[in-house]
């Protein structure tokens, strides 16, 4: 199972939005509602952000959202804050019943 | 509050085995899937294997690169899971999550803070 593709790294001023893709294959993130998105900050333990691909746990700030087209599934963050600056995963249920997560992208706020 | 604590971490050397241990509580254990999820240092998550609850017989699943090396096991009374680690490579050093699954949802939402693992000799 190979890892899903999401850009190394994106970048965006305070208050802008930014959009991270997470590309996979008919047999992941097109076959399936269960894409995840996850945050780590260095050295923390990542933290759910998005569910079922556009579902926000309790707690999550509004500023986060999800969608899918296809075989890309897509983490979105407006009004960007210094906050938000971390490593961003995406992960999805496969056609295998097993799991795979993107490499990963790291989000700087300039 | 929900909590999973991972422990059994340490040095092995290429080759050995190692079992770690995920305490959890907080929650009903025996409803969740637990999966174990690592990250080499400066690296990215890599998901390696999942044990399914009684209802669904544990089935286990297991990513390529630790499959027939690697087993989750759980102990329902005593809201444990386990991950045996077998065959050791020096390619396996990394920090160690545990995740539950909660039923009925297709994400893992609680992380444990996880143990570290290193292989070498």
Known sequence: QSALTQPASVSGSPGQSITIPCTGTSSDVGGYNYVSWYQQHPGKVPELMIYDVTKRPSGVSNRFSGSKSGNTASLTISGLQAEDEADYYCSSFTASSTWVFGGGTKLTVL | ?121
């Open chain 2, 1 to 121: 509050e929900v909590q999973l604590v991972e422990s059994g971490g340490g040095l092995v050397q290429p080759g050995g085995s190692l079992r770690l241990s995920c305490v959890t509580s907080g929650f009903r254990f025996s409803d969740s899937p637990v999966h174990w999820v690592r990250q080499a240092s400066g690296k990215g998550l890599e998901w390696v294997g999942r044990i399914k609850r009684k209802v669904d017989s544990y089935a286990t699943g297991y990513a390529e690169s630790v499959k027939g090396r690697f087993i989750v096991s759980r102990d329902d009374s005593k809201n444990t899971a386990y991950l045996q680690m077998n065959s050791l490579k020096i390619e396996d050093t990394a920090v160690y999550f545990c995740t539950r699954q909660p039923v009925g949802s297709g994400t893992c939402d609680y992380w444990g803070q996880g143990t570290v693992v290193t292989v070498s000799s």
